[in-house]
């Protein structure tokens, strides 16, 4: 039961575009495409984001999206806005009734 | 509104037992599946355990198995987290979270306050 691999940390000036990778491998991410992503404000319980890979929750603004290639699930945030600077968890289904996060990517608006 | 409330959180010495509960309201309880994460101080999302809606499947992580018990209560719309043994490890914040889809694919769609549990001498 390995955690997903983030990056630890992802910074991006307002406006710009930064994208966060979760990289697990053929028995969660890689086999199940559903993955879904979290973002969580100190103090603060964790907020979906993404679901079901690329999907947006209502009231989820749309410069969130979410994508996967083999083993890799991407959560891109487009026009970085200072209330996004959060950590940011992605899931994913491990097989055997068992669930894993990824370890965390703290994102900072500079 | 959907609303999850743990509690039952605390210090507790290492070795000794707590049993955490959510209390959830705002929605069918009996038609969910239901998970514990927890996060250690300044640490990340991990996963504990999950439920199925009846009650009839349960899993845990390797870290908790045989030491910690997840259970629910339909009728009273409750969630509890039965923890034994309990290690320095387990010093954490447990939320529990509202759990869409299936067997082998869903996401947490609400999510409590969380409860803090801290394990020390």
């Known amino acids: 039961q390995s955690a997903l691999t983030q990056p630890a940390s992802v910074s991006g000036s307002p406006g710009q575009s930064i994208t966060i990778s979760c990289t697990g491998t053929s028995s969660d991410v890689g086999s199940y495409n559903l993955v879904s992503w979290y973002q969580q404000h100190p103090g603060k319980a964790p907020k979906l984001i993404i679901c079901?890979?690329?999907k947006r929750p209502s009231g989820v603004s749309n410069r969130f999206s979410g994508s996967k290639s083999d083993n890799t699930a991407s959560l891109t945030i487009s026009g970085l806005q200072a209330e996004d600077e959060a950590d940011y968890y992605c899931c994913s289904y491990a097989g055997g009734g068992i669930w894993v996060f990824g370890g965390g990517t703290k994102v900072t608006v500079l | 509104q959907v609303q999850l409330v743990e509690s039952g959180g605390g210090v507790v010495q290492p070795g000794r037992s707590l049993r955490l509960s959510c209390a959830a309201s705002g929605f069918t309880f009996s038609g969910f599946g239901m998970h514990w994460v927890r996060q250690a101080p300044g640490k990340g999302l991990e996963w504990v355990a999950v439920?199925?809606?009846?009650?009839?499947?349960?899993f845990y992580a390797d870290s908790v198995k045989g030491r910690f018990t997840i259970s629910r209560d339909n009728s009273k719309n409750t969630l509890y987290l039965q923890m034994n043994s309990l290690r320095a490890d387990d010093t954490a914040v447990y939320y529990c979270?509202?759990?869409?889809?299936?067997?082998?694919?869903?996401?947490?769609?609400?999510w409590g306050q969380g409860t803090m549990v801290t394990v020390s001498s």
């Open positions: 439920i199925w809606y009846d009650g009839s499947k349960k």
């Open positions: 979270a509202r759990f869409i889809g299936g067997d082998n694919s869903g996401y947490y769609d609400y």
């Open positions: 079901e890979g690329s």
